[in-house]
C-alpha cells in the first residue's frame, strides 16, 4: 500500500512569495490533515478536510494561507505571501474516517519550506 | 486546556542500554495518549497508542508505554536500545475534536 505522497520535499523563497505544497492522501482515505511543525516544535494542526469539506481550519491563518482538497483526494495548501515565520515543515497526513482513537493518522515525509 | 508536555529536549543513551521517554498529561477528561516516532527525512510513524483497558501499552519495534494516572505520565520505554532507534519522539493527545496535539518532542541519540 502506497503511503502519503508530498510535494516539494524541499522549497526555498524570498519572503512576500508565494508557494504551494501538494498532497496525495493513502487511497481511500477520507480525511486529510495539514501540519505545521517549525523547528523545535511538534506538529500543529492547521486544517483538516473530511472527503472535500473543511472540519476544522481554525488554526489555518487565512489572511495568507488556503488550502482546498477537490474533488475528495489530492490536496494543496498554498501561502501567499510567505512571511520569514512560515520557515518550517509542512506535513500532510490522512486516515481512514476521520473519527475516534481507533482511526491511525499516517503522515507524508513533508515539505521542509525555507522563507529567505 | 488540554496538553502533553515532554521535559526532555535530548537524551543520549549508549546501545544495548534501557530507554524511558518522559511525557506529562494535563486533560480534562479520559485521555487519549500516542507516541509518535520522526526519523531524519521522514514522516511521523506511530509507535502505539492507549485510550482505555491496560495501563502498560504494547507497541510496534519493541516499544512499550505505561500509563499513571496518578501521575499524569505517560512515559516511552524500550529494554534495548539500537543504534536505529536514533530520532525524534512525539507525545501526543486527542482533542474532542478528533484532533491531534502534540509535545514538542525528545531527541534521542545513540553511542555505539
Known amino acids: 500500500e502506497a503511503g502519503v505522497a508530498q510535494s516539494p520535499r524541499y522549497k526555498i523563497i524570498e519572503k512576500r512569495q508565494s508557494v504551494a505544497f501538494w498532497c496525495n492522501p493513502i487511497?481511500?482515505?477520507?480525511?486529510l490533515y495539514w501540519y505545521q511543525q517549525i523547528l523545535g516544535q511538534g506538529p500543529k494542526l492547521l486544517i483538516q478536510f473530511q472527503n472535500n469539506g473543511v472540519v476544522d481550519d481554525s488554526q489555518l491563518p487565512k489572511d495568507r494561507f488556503s488550502a482546498e482538497r477537490l474533488k475528495g483526494v489530492d490536496s494543496t495548501l498554498k501561502i501567499q505571501p510567505a512571511k520569514l515565520e512560515d520557515s518550517a515543515v509542512y506535513l500532510c497526513?490522512?486516515?481512514?474516517w476521520g473519527q475516534g482513537i481507533a482511526d491511525t493518522q499516517y503522515f507524508g515525509p513533508g515539505t521542509r519550506l525555507t522563507v529567505l | 486546556a488540554q496538553s502533553v508536555t515532554q521535559p526532555d529536549i535530548h537524551i543520549t543513551v549508549s546501545e544495548g542500554a534501557s530507554l524511558e521517554l518522559r511525557c506529562n498529561y494535563s486533560y480534562g477528561a479520559t485521555p487519549y495518549l500516542f507516541w509518535y516516532v520522526q526519523s531524519p527525512g521522514q514522516g511521523l510513524q506511530l509507535l502505539l497508542k492507549?485510550?482505555?483497558?491496560?495501563?502498560l501499552v504494547q507497541g510496534i519495534k519493541g516499544f512499550e508505554a505505561e500509563f499513571k494516572r496518578s501521575q499524569s505520565s505517560f512515559n516511552l520505554r524500550k529494554p534495548s536500545v539500537h543504534w536505529s532507534d536514533a530520532a525524534e519522539y512525539f507525545c501526543a493527545g486527542l482533542t474532542g475534536a478528533n484532533n491531534l496535539f502534540f509535545g514538542t518532542g525528545t531527541r534521542l541519540t545513540v553511542i555505539p
Open positions: 492507549y485510550f482505555s483497558g491496560d495501563t
Open positions: 487511497s481511500g482515505h477520507a480525511t
Open positions: 497526513a490522512s486516515s481512514l
